[in-house]
C-alpha cells in the first residue's frame, strides 16, 4: 500500500481529519495486538512479562513510524500543491504585466 493513493480523496488533496484518525487508530491497534503476541509468548515459553513489555515497545515502534511516514508524505504532497500553486500565480503575474 502506497501513502500516497488512497482510496477516497478529500475535496483539498490532503489528508482529511478522518485520516489523521485513522492513523491513530492503527496506533492503537498495533500497540494492542502486539501486546497480546507477547502476553501468547509469554505464557508459551513461560517468562515472566519479558516479551510482552518488549513487544508493546516494538509496536509502538512501529506504529510510530508508519504514522511518520504517514505524515511526512502528506506534508510532502502539501508542499508540492503550495509550490504549484506559486508557480501558477507568479506565472500569471507576469503574463498581465
Known sequence: M?????SQ????????GADF?????QFAVAIIIFLFAGQWL??????????TIASVFVGAAAAFY??????????KQD??????????NDE???SNQ
Open 42 to 51: 509469554d505464557k508459551r515459553l513461560g517468562t515472566n512479562g519479558l516479551f
Open 2 to 6: 502506497e501513502d500516497g493513493k488512497r
Open 66 to 75: 508508519n504514522m511518520y511516514r504517514k505524515i511526512s508524505a502528506a506534508q
Open 9 to 16: 480523496q478529500s475535496p483539498k488533496k490532503g489528508l482529511s
Open 21 to 25: 484518525a485513522g492513523v491513530g487508530m
Open 92 to 94: 500569471s503575474r507576469t
Open 79 to 88: 508542499d508540492e500543491e503550495r509550490a504549484a500553486r506559486r508557480r501558477g
